[in-house]
C-alpha cells in the first residue's frame, strides 16, 4: 500500500539522516579532543616554566642571606648595609610634603582627581584609562597615600556578612590585565554599596596595565570601604614587581617620578589584609593553607612587618630541618632599625600567600614555586574543622576553566586574568555568593582577537607561543647542554638516540616535559631516530650580547638577568640606576661565588670597562642587563 | 634455528617494541591531563585523552569504555594502571577507528537533500544539535567559525572537508 511504504521510506530516511549526523559529530568532537591536547601540553609547557620561575626566587632569598652574612661579617656598622635590609620607618609629613610638591602642568589632559574622592571620580578614570590615558603621578601618590589610610585601619582578616539583597562578588588574581578588570564590571556592574566585591589578589605584574588596575581598585576602595575589599597576593610584593613587569612598567610610564611611586608602594603592599571572613565561615585567602596555619596568630600579627617573601626575617643560627641546613646570624640589634615578625609568623603568612592544594594527603613543601606548601584534603579538613568554617576560596593557580573545586568542594579555587600565558590559553571567572547558597561561578575570555579565530588558530598561537619559551631556555642553556649531550655521545659522532636526548634535556633545564614527543618539534635536525644535537640549536632563537662577551658569561648573565636587577637595584643605594666598578667586582665575586659559576675575573673586568659608558667608573646596570638578551630570529622581537 | 622460527622470532621482538611504543603513547597523553603526577586523572577528561590517541568512539561507546575502568570508590577518577591496558586493546585491535574522508564526505551528501553541495546554516545546526548526539552550543560555534562561509551563509562542505585534512597534516 502506498500508505505504509512512504512512512517507511520516511524512517529510513530519517535513520540515514541519524547515523550521517553522529559519523560528523563523532568526527568533529576526534579533532577537538587532538587540538585540546596540544592546548593543554602548551599550558604545562608555561606552567611548569613559571613554577620553575618561582624556585629561581627562593635562591636569590638565600643569595639575599649570603650577602647579608657578608656584610655582617665586613663591616662592623649599619652604615655601610644596603638600605633594602635596614629600611627606616617613614615619616607620615615627608611623605605628603613630598606629594605636594609635584605639580601637574597645564599641559595635562589626563583625569584630574579631587579627594575626597566620588564614584563620578572612579568613573572619569575608568574611561580614561578606556581611552589609554596615563594617571599623573601626583594623582597615583595621592591615591596610594589616602588607600594607606584607609588600609591602616582594617584588621589582618576583615569579616564580613553575606546578606540576602547585597551580594558578594570574589574576583581572583588581574595580574594587570585591565580589560578582563573591565569585563568583569561590564556583566555584573560596577562596584558600590548594592554590589560588593573582594577582590583576592595579585592585581599587578605580567599584563601591561597593572597601574590602571591598581588604581582602579584602590579608588574603589577609597569611594566605597565598606564594600570593596582587596586581599594581598603574592604579588603585591615589591621584590617580585621587580621580577615580573610592575617596576618597570612604573619606571617606563613615570619616569623621574617611578622612584617616589614604587617607594610608597612598597608600603602600601603591607598593608594590604591578608584575608577575608565571610559570615565566619568562608576564608578568602589568596594562596591557601597549612598544616599549622593558626587564625589567631594571623590576626594578631603586625602584618605591615611582612615586605616580601625575598626579605625573611633573621634568626639566630638555628638548624632548619626542611632545608637542612643552619639559617645565618643575627646581626647586632643596633643594626636594625625596622621591628621584624617571628619567623612563625613570617612563615604563616608566607603560607596563605604561597600554597597550593593538591589531592594527595599531607602538607609538603612547595617545592614547585619554592615557597608555601601543597596542602591536602586532610589538611583543609582539619584547619575547617578547628577554626569552624565551611570552605576556603583561594585564587593563585592558573586553570583553563577559570575556576575549580577540589578537596569534596571545600577548596575553591578563582582566577580572573583570562588568556594568562597566552591568547587562548584559558578563560577567567568570578563568583557570586548569597547567603547560605552554593556558590555561582561566571566564565569569560576577553579578547576582541580570540574570538575572530578559528579553534585551530588559536591553539597554534598558544602553542607556538609555548614553544619559543621553552627555545629561549635551551639557547640559554646551550653550553651546559651539548656538555650533557656529549655525555651519551662516547664516541663523538654527534649523534644521540632521541631517548638519550630527552634525559639530558630534563636534566638541564630541570623541566618534568614530555621532551621525546617535543624534540620534533623544537629541532629539526633528527635522522632515523637519531638527534644530531650540535646542529639542533640552529631554529632557536638566539642570544644577543656586547661582542667582547665571552660565551660563557653571556649564557649566565641572560639567564639570571632578572636575579641581577633585583641585586643591583639593592645595591644602589641612591636609586640612579648607576653602581660604581667596584660595588659591580665586588658583587659579581659573591654571586658567582653563591651560584657555583666559573667565571674568570679577567673577562668580568674587560665586560665592565666595555660597559662604563661614559668612562667615569659607573655603570648603568639597566643598559647593561639590557644588552643581554635572546632574540627571536624571525621577527627579532624579545 | 630454522627460517620460520627465526621470523616468529623476529616478529616477537617487533611486537614486543612496538607494544613498548605503544604504552609509551597512551601514557604521555594520559599525563598531559594527570596534573598531580600520580597517574590519575579526573574522569571527564578521558574522553579527550582516547580521542586524542587517535580513536573516534560515539559518546555512547565512550561511555561504555569509561565503565570499564572508572574507579569505584572514590568515583570520578580513572587511574593509569587500569586505563593503560585498555587502552593497549582498544588500539591494537584497531577498534574506533577514525572515519575516512569519503565516508565524511557521503554523510555531508546525506544531509544535504536538496543535493546544492553546501549546507544552510540553519540545516546544519539543526542536524547537529538536534539529531545523533546532540552538539552542545560550544561545540557549535566552533565548527560554524570554521566551517560557515559568511558570504554566503552556508557550509560549502567539500572545501570544508578539504581544508580540515590539511589543517590535521
Redesign the interface.
Known amino acids: 500500500m502506498g500508505c505504509s511504504h512512504s512512512v517507511h521510506n520516511e524512517t529510513k530516511k530519517s535513520e540515514?539522516?541519524?547515523?550521517?549526523?553522529?559519523?560528523?559529530?563523532?568526527?568533529?568532537?576526534?579533532?577537538?579532543?587532538?587540538l585540546?591536547?596540544r592546548r593543554?601540553?602548551a599550558l604545562?609547557i608555561f606552567e611548569n616554566i613559571e613554577y620553575a620561575d618561582e624556585q629561581d626566587q627562593m635562591q636569590l632569598a638565600k643569595f639575599f642571606a649570603f650577602m647579608l652574612e657578608h656584610y655582617v661579617k665586613n663591616k662592623s656598622s649599619a652604615d655601610n648595609l644596603p638600605k633594602i635590609f635596614n629600611p627606616e620607618p617613614k615619616r607620615k609629613s615627608d611623605e605628603e610634603t613630598i606629594i605636594s610638591l609635584i605639580e601637574v602642568p597645564d599641559t595635562y589632559y589626563g583625569p584630574r582627581l579631587k579627594f575626597p574622592l566620588t564614584f563620578a571620580d572612579v568613573v572619569l578614570l575608568i574611561d580614561a584609562f578606556k581611552e589609554n590615558q596615563i594617571l599623573h603621578a601626583r594623582y597615583v601618590l595621592e591615591v596610594l597615600l589616602e588607600a594607606k589610610k584607609i588600609l591602616q585601619q582594617m584588621p589582618n582578616i576583615i569579616h564580613i556578612s553575606s546578606t540576602v539583597s547585597k551580594e558578594l562578588t570574589i574576583c581572583g588574581d588581574i595580574h594587570g590585565k585591565l580589560d578582563d578588570l573591565f569585563l568583569i564590571f561590564y556583566k555584573n556592574g560596577l562596584p558600590s554599596g548594592n554590589n560588593r566585591y573582594v577582590f583576592n589578589g595579585d592585581f599587578v605584574d605580567r599584563g601591561q596595565n597593572s597601574m590602571e588596575v591598581l588604581m582602579v581598585l584602590f579608588s574603589f576602595l577609597l569611594v566605597y570601604p565598606n564594600d570593596v575589599y582587596l586581599n594581598r597576593g603574592n604579588h603585591e610584593d615589591y621584590l617580585m614587581n621587580m621580577r615580573y613587569g610592575f617596576t618597570k612598567e612604573i619606571m617606563q610610564k613615570y619616569k623621574q617620578h617611578g622612584a617616589k611611586i614604587l617607594h610608597l608602594l612598597e608600603e602600601v603592599y603591607t598593608w594590604l589584609p591578608i584575608g577575608t571572613l565571610i559570615d565566619k565561615k568562608v576564608l578568602v585567602i589568596h594562596g591557601g593553607i597549612a598544616d599549622n596555619t593558626d587564625l589567631t596568630v594571623l590576626e594578631q600579627m603586625k602584618r605591615n612587618r611582612m615586605r616580601s617573601v625575598l626579605m625573611p626575617p633573621l634568626v639566630p643560627a638555628v638548624f632548619d630541618p626542611r632545608h637542612g641546613h643552619f639559617s645565618h646570624e643575627l646581626p647586632p640589634p643596633a643594626m636594625l632599625a625596622m621591628e621584624q615578625l617571628t619567623k612563625y609568623e613570617w612563615d604563616q603568612i608566607v603560607n596563605i600567600l604561597w600554597s597550593d592544594p593538591?589531592?594527595?594527603k599531607g602538607c609538603y613543601p612547595n617545592t614547585s614555586r619554592g615557597g608555601g606548601c601543597y596542602f591536602g584534603p586532610d589538611v583543609t579538613e582539619n584547619i575547617l574543622t578547628k577554626f569552624g568554617l565551611k570552605m576556603i576560596i583561594r585564587s593563585h593557580e592558573c586553570k583553563p576553566e577559570g575556576f575549580d573545586i577540589c578537596h569534596d568542594g571545600k577548596i575553591i579555587t578563582v582566577f580572573s586574568a583570562s588568556n594568562y600565558y597566552e591568547e587562548g590559553s584559558n578563560r577567567g571567572a568570578y563568583l557570586k555568593l548569597s547567603h547560605d547558597t552554593t556558590p555561582r561561578f561566571f566564565q569569560y575570555q576577553s579578547s576582541q582577537i580570540t574570538q575572530a579565530?578559528?579553534?585551530?588558530e588559536r591553539v597554534d598561537i598558544v602553542e607556538n607561543a609555548a614553544f619559543r619559551i621553552l627555545g629561549e631556555r635551551m639557547i640559554i642553556r646551550k653550553t651546559n647542554l651539548i656538555q650533557a649531550f656529549r655525555k651519551y655521545d662516547p664516541n663523538d659522532t654527534g649523534k644521540i638516540s632521541l631517548s638519550d636526548w630527552a634525559k639530558a634535556t630534563e636534566e638541564v633545564l630541570e623541566l618534568?616535559l614530555?621532551w621525546?614527543?617535543l624534540c620534533p618539534r623544537l629541532v629539526k635536525t633528527i635522522e632515523d631516530g637519531y638527534v644530531l644535537y650540535n646542529m639542533g640549536f640552529k631554529d632557536l632563537p638566539v642570544v644577543r650580547a656586547p661582542k667582547v662577551a665571552k660565551a660563557g658569561m653571556v649564557e649566565t648573565l641572560v639567564r639570571y638577568r632578572s636575579d641581577l636587577k633585583i641585586i643591583f637595584n639593592i645595591i644602589d643605594k641612591d636609586q640612579s640606576g648607576l653602581i660604581s666598578m667596584d660595588e659591580f667586582r665586588a658583587m659579581w665575586k659573591l654571586f658567582c661565588s653563591h651560584y657555583n659559576i666559573d667565571i674568570e675575573e679577567s673577562h668580568v673586568d674587560q665586560l665592565a670597562h666595555s660597559m662604563d659608558l661614559n668612562k667615569d667608573g659607573s655603570i648603568d646596570f639597566n643598559e647593561f642587563l639590557t644588552a643581554f638578551d635572546v632574540v627571536h630570529r624571525a621577527t627579532n622581537k624579545l | 634455528m630454522t627460517p620460520s622460527a627465526c621470523k616468529i622470532k623476529i616478529n616477537n621482538l617487533l611486537n614486543k617494541a612496538g607494544l613498548l611504543e605503544l604504552q609509551?603513547k597512551i601514557k604521555?597523553?594520559f599525563?598531559?591531563?594527570d596534573h598531580?603526577?600520580?597517574d590519575?586523572v579526573d574522569v571527564r577528561e578521558i574522553?579527550?585523552?582516547?580521542?586524542?590517541l587517535?580513536?573516534?568512539?560515539?559518546?555512547g561507546e565512550l561511555h561504555d569504555l569509561i565503565a570499564e575502568v572508572e574507579e569505584e570508590e572514590p568515583t570520578g577518577y580513572i587511574r593509569l594502571e587500569k586505563f593503560l591496558p585498555m587502552m593497549v586493546k582498544v588500539l591494537s585491535e584497531r577498534r574506533y577507528r577514525?572515519?575516512p574522508e569519503d565516508?565524511?564526505l557521503?554523510?555531508?551528501e546525506?544531509?544535504d537533500s536538496a543535493k546544492e553541495g553546501f549546507l544552510t546554516k540553519e540545516e546544519l545546526v539543526k542536524?547537529?544539535t538536534e539529531?545523533?548526539?546532540?552538539?552542545t552550543e560550544e561545540?557549535m560555534e566552533?565548527?560554524l567559525?570554521?566551517a560557515l562561509d559568511p558570504e554566503t551563509n552556508t557550509i560549502q562542505y567539500r572545501d570544508y572537508l578539504a581544508m580540515?585534512v590539511i589543517?590535521?597534516n
Open positions: 540515514k539522516a541519524m547515523k550521517a549526523a553522529v559519523l560528523i559529530q563523532n568526527w568533529y568532537r576526534c579533532y577537538k579532543a587532538r585540546e591536547l593543554r601540553q604545562n593538591r589531592s594527595r579565530k578559528t579553534l585551530h618534568h614530555p621525546m614527543s | 609509551k604521555e597523553a599525563e598531559v591531563f598531580e603526577a600520580n590519575t574522553g579527550t585523552i582516547i580521542r586524542s587517535g580513536c573516534c568512539p560515539s559518546e577514525p572515519i565516508l565524511l557521503q554523510a555531508f546525506v544531509l542536524y547537529m539529531e545523533g548526539e546532540p552538539f561545540e566552533e565548527m567559525s570554521a580540515m589543517d590535521e
